[in-house]
Nanobody, 113 residues
Framework: QVRLVESGGGLVQAGGSLRLSCAAS???????MGWYRQAPGKQRELVAE???????NYAESVKGRFTISRDNAKNTVYLQMNSLKPEDTAVYYC????????WGQGTQVTVSS
């Protein structure tokens, strides 16, 4: 089974940027992929997805600020996050869209005001 490892989180001031990476242990070439986040006391939500054909979709709350991309040769999915807001603070996870695999540990993003 493919395992996913997220990285790139950290503490950043409002207005700053971070780039998250999701490295898969196997090929994700034929998988749609998504970035999700879970804030304290809230349910996990999908923030961005990218299809096999590289079509992207975003939650309204991040549209225009976040960009999802993929490098199939590296089995990696990225999330470029710009103009970060305190409400973006959460643990960020990636997973396959159609048949999710076990969730990784995620990467913490904390945005200070």
């Amino acid at each position: 089974q493919v395992r996913l490892v997220e990285s790139g989180g950290g503490l950043v001031q409002a207005g700053g940027s971070l780039r998250l990476s999701c490295a898969a242990s196997g090929s994700i070439r034929f998988d749609g992929m998504g970035w999700y986040r879970q804030a304290p006391g809230k349910q996990r939500e999908l923030v961005a997805e990218i299809t096999v054909g590289r079509t992207t979709n975003y939650a309204e709350s991040v549209k225009g600020r976040f960009t999802i991309s993929r490098d199939n040769a590296k089995n990696t999915v990225y999330l470029q996050m710009n103009s970060l807001k305190p409400e973006d603070t959460a643990v960020y996870y990636c997973n396959r869209r159609s048949i999710p695999v076990g969730w990784g540990q995620g990467t913490q993003v904390t945005v200070s005001s």
